[in-house]
């Protein structure tokens, strides 16, 4: 299995999964042409892919979804709540946001030439049966209004993805859906010293460290260290926001919440401007 992340953050998320006999998208957070183009950079053809699943309806997770699914024949899987909303901006991402255009929502515009989107109404109470992937749905707690985080099983291999971005706080419950992944990518938002002391104004500043906003890094540390176990070959932090993070300041964090936990996998931060791959073919001989 190999994990394309075609960037991570507050201007965009997607995800694609792929085993040796499917590839899925997750979040569809980039213009339809820019995603074409970071699919393009690590080397998949967009009408490879079979399916797209939707996380939540904020603009950094559906900017291209609908323009993706019509134009690459994708049948989208969200929940009801999601698939009724209409796009808004992510937590933490001010006003701008609202502004963006509803035609680029997941729901169809009116329109004779537009083509129907197959929709698929997922929730947590059932796992969604692909090709070579089974997913499973576990509710986060986020401003959206039925957001979730997965976990995404290899049926001919058992490799398994878990995928928690968007959460403004973590509970043991949560965490123990996540234990026994291979690869794990956590939201590792803001620092929270630069969040207190930095630009945003203090509701902004609330929102994004309330219960529904997003994990800082030392909650991700928390969230980490919970769910590492020898299996674990990839720990990737995700979501990292430009304003109120650094990317070695994440890592340090995490470094030094992973100490004595034994974790002998890779760490990586997830970049917002380009893809990241995990599981090529350098990795996995390393791993060998
Ligand atoms: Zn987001
Ligand atoms: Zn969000």
New binding site residues.
């Given amino acids: 299995m190999r994990v394309h992340i075609l960037g991570s953050g507050s201007e965009g998320n997607a995800t694609v999964l792929e085993s040796a006999q499917q590839r899925i998208l997750i979040d569809a957070g980039f213009g339809v042409r820019n995603l074409a183009q970071r699919l393009k950079s690590v080397g998949i053809e967009p009408e490879s892919i079979s399916a797209l699943i939707v996380t939540?309806e904020?603009q950094?997770?559906v900017r291209g979804a609908g323009a993706a699914a019509r134009r690459w024949n994708l049948p989208v899987y969200a929940t009801a709540g999601t698939l009724k909303s209409k796009p808004t901006g992510?937590?933490g991402r001010g006003t701008g946001e609202s502004a963006m255009p509803v035609s680029v929502a997941i729901e169809p515009t009116a329109g004779r030439k537009k083509k129907r989107i197959v929709k698929h109404v997922v929730d947590t109470r059932t796992e969604v049966q692909l090709d070579d992937f089974t997913i499973r749905f576990i509710r986060a707690p986020?401003?959206?209004r039925e957001?979730v985080s997965l976990i995404a099983t290899v049926k001919s291999t058992g490799e398994r993805v878990g995928i928690a971005y968007?959460i403004g706080h973590i509970t043991e419950r949560f965490i123990s859906h996540f234990t026994e992944v291979d690869v794990l990518l956590v939201e590792s938002n803001h620092d929270e010293a630069m969040l207190r002391t930095g630009p945003y104004p203090w509701s902004l500043k609330q929102r994004v460290a309330g219960p529904n906003g997003h994990l800082s890094n030392a909650e991700c540390g928390l969230m980490a260290k919970a769910c590492v176990h020898r299996g674990l070959r990839h720990l990737v932090l995700c979501h990292l926001s430009k304003v109120n993070n650094k990317p070695d300041m994440a890592l340090r964090a995490m470094r030094s919440a992973l100490k004595g936990t034994g974790f002998r996998g890779s760490l990586q931060a997830a970049p917002q401007d380009r893809a990241l791959t995990l599981g090529g073919v350098a990795q996995m001989e390393l791993a060998l």
């Fill in positions: 939540h904020h950094d997770h992510d937590v986020h401003d959206a957001p968007d």
